[in-house]
T-cell receptor, first 114, second 112 residues
Framework: AQSVTQLDSQVPVFEEAPVELRCNYSSSVSVYLFWYVQYPNQGLQLLLK??????LVKGINGFEAEFNKSQTSFHLRKPSVHISDTAEYFCAACSTGGGNKLTFGTGTQLKVEL | NAGVTQTPKFQVLKTGQSMTLQCAQD?????MYWYRQDPGMGLRLIYYSASEGTTDKGEVPNGYNVSRLNKREFSLRLESAAPSQTSVYFCASSEDRNSPLHFGNGTRLTVT
């Protein structure tokens, strides 16, 4: 079994500023890692995923995340945010042999202000 | 391409009533899932179906039943609703075990 911790429940940031949303995981086995975004009154959409290979993963809307095995982290970053990035962001993990049974973090609400 | 469609969008039940949440996907995906989302708790897996004809319990299955009617449809049933089941329910599907999930827009359920 694995667990996912998102350390910040809310992150306020000004438009055009950089942002980092933190995610740590714990697992006794190898994991796949994902970031999803949820806009108000919608389902979750995939931002990016790490399955294997390069530890720096680029996703949609200019987001990227870096897998750090030694620190068991998968932080999400964007160099310059836009108002439209205001949403809730979820980190998720599943074991590589776990049949896509994702474990989600509790979410981080990103609020971009003018 | 509609993706994952959930019905209804909203529902209010009285304690003890039953209802079925419907989910259908048109992407020919093998796996389907039901999650509930509660404030401060993220999404928790209720049941999943790895392939047509199979279903398995997730993290919080108590009080729910599921049916994988065919490859397209995966329904979630509450036999006797309780206030603790007030939540937003999401259905999702994926092509296979390593593929990302595609989510519906959710069903907001209130049990009074």
């Amino acid at each position: 079994a694995q667990s996912v911790t998102q350390l910040d429940s809310q992150v306020p940031v000004f438009e055009e500023a950089p942002v980092e949303l933190r995610c740590n995981y714990s697992s006794s086995v190898s994991v796949y890692l994902f970031w999803y975004v949820q806009y108000p009154n919608q389902g979750l959409q995939l931002l990016l995923k790490y399955l294997s290979g390069s530890t720096l993963v680029k996703g949609i809307n200019g987001f990227e995340a870096e897998f750090n095995k030694s620190q068991t982290s998968f932080h999400l970053r964007k160099p310059s945010v836009h108002i439209s990035d205001t949403a809730e962001y979820f980190c998720a993990a599943c074991s590589t042999g776990g049949g896509n049974k994702l474990t989600f973090g509790t979410g981080t609400q990103l609020k971009v202000e003018l | 391409n509609a993706g994952v469609t959930q019905t209804p969008k909203f529902q209010v039940l009285k304690t003890g009533q039953s209802m079925t949440l419907q989910c259908a996907q048109d992407m020919n995906h093998n796996s389907m899932y039901w999650y509930r989302q509660d404030p401060g708790m993220g999404l928790r897996l209720i049941y999943y179906s790895a392939s047509e004809g199979t279903t398995d319990k997730g993290e919080v299955p108590n009080g729910y039943n599921v049916s994988r009617l065919n490859k397209r449809e995966f329904s979630l049933r509450l036999e006797s609703a309780a206030p603790s089941q007030t939540s937003v329910y999401f259905c999702a599907s994926s092509e296979d075990r390593n593929s990302p999930l595609h989510f519906g827009n959710g069903t907001r359920l209130t049990v009074t």
